[in-house]
């Protein structure tokens, strides 16, 4: 086999000549911290059920009323909501704190969140301001 570092390229010193990725050490996940997946999807929906319930139950509520107020349920559709909290939670995860590694990880972790957040409510609140009358 010819000395990887005569050409160039960087030793992992497992013979394979593939450097480490960088901010992920031996053993450790990338993307993942070491953290499981069962706890950060568990975190991810405590934060997030308490979020969305401040949000629409406390800031957002009297703007709904007033605004779309006769097109809102007088309860809601609690398998819709989980369906939307499901698939939320794997987008959140997936493309948020399981894809930012490294040592900065909470600061990414927390832009790339609040990014996704943005791009998924103001999807509803703009396609609603677009198409509803009122």
Not at 18 to 28: D, K, N
Not at 30 to 50: D, Q
């Amino acid at each position: 086999m010819p000395d990887t570092a005569a050409v160039g390229v960087p030793s992992s010193g497992s013979g394979q000549g593939i450097p480490p990725r960088p901010g992920v050490a031996r053993g450790q996940r990338a993307g993942g911290g070491g953290v499981s997946r069962v706890r950060t999807y568990g975190a991810s929906a405590i934060v997030l059920v308490a979020l969305d319930a401040l949000w629409l139950g406390v800031l957002a509520a009297p703007l709904y009323e007033r605004t779309i107020g006769p097109l809102l349920r007088p309860r809601p559709n609690l398998l819709a909501a989980a369906l939307f909290y499901a698939v939320y939670l794997v987008g959140v995860n997936e493309l948020v704190v399981h894809a930012a590694p490294g040592a900065s990880r909470s600061g990414r972790v927390a832009a790339r969140g609040a990014l996704l957040g943005l791009v998924a409510y103001s999807t509803f609140d703009l396609t609603a301001l677009a198409a509803l009358s009122g």
